[in-house]
């Protein structure tokens, strides 16, 4: 059997710098690539083709108003090329979400990325992280927000992206690194 050094690319829209942090922090526990989406919702011409080769593909976006940002949904509905052609058949996914506010609809965005992973025929990665729910946890603490489904990163309305907690930004990271593991694993059982 041969071993195989997998890809993971890191697909996100970031309207003010804090969810480009999780994003890297992903991306940084991955070992990952990540691709921008810009202002108007579009990633270049050679980033279809990292998310093509990619065996991992994580999606990231703020939640505004419910659900991902308008931009993120562009991508999504551009993403219908590779959907009719297959490309993305059995590839793993994941996503994570930021919002200001504690809940903020976070788990509509997250449902939303689990809905496109499947609609590709990809296999979702879940978060594997305890929540951090005692009267003794702290804001830097892991899983602070309570999620399964993938990473929910909290940043204040009026504070920084330098500002937002050590412990979403560590949770995105460990994450990333799940993610690319089940991807190895994948690869490894397709390569055995």
Known sequence: MTSKTTLTAVVYHSGYGHTL?????VAEGAGGTLIAIDAEGNIPDSAWET??????I?????TYMGGPSWQFKKFADASSKPWFAGAWENKVM????NSASINGDKLNTLQY????????????????IKPANT??????DLNRMG??????????ADAAPAEMSEGDLETARLYGARVAAVATQFAA???A
């Open 21 to 25: 942090r999780v994003a890297e922090a």
């Open 51 to 56: 998310l093509l080769a990619a065996d991992a």
């Open 58 to 62: 994580i999606f990231g976006a703020p």
């Open 94 to 97: 994941g996503g994570f979400t």
């Open 113 to 128: 990325f689990m809905l496109l992973a499947g609609q590709h025929g990809g296999h979702w990665v879940s978060l594997a």
């Open 135 to 140: 009267k003794a946890a702290k804001r830097d």
């Open 147 to 156: 999620a399964y489904v993938g990473p929910m990163a909290q940043s204040d």
């Open 189 to 191: 059982g397709r390569a």
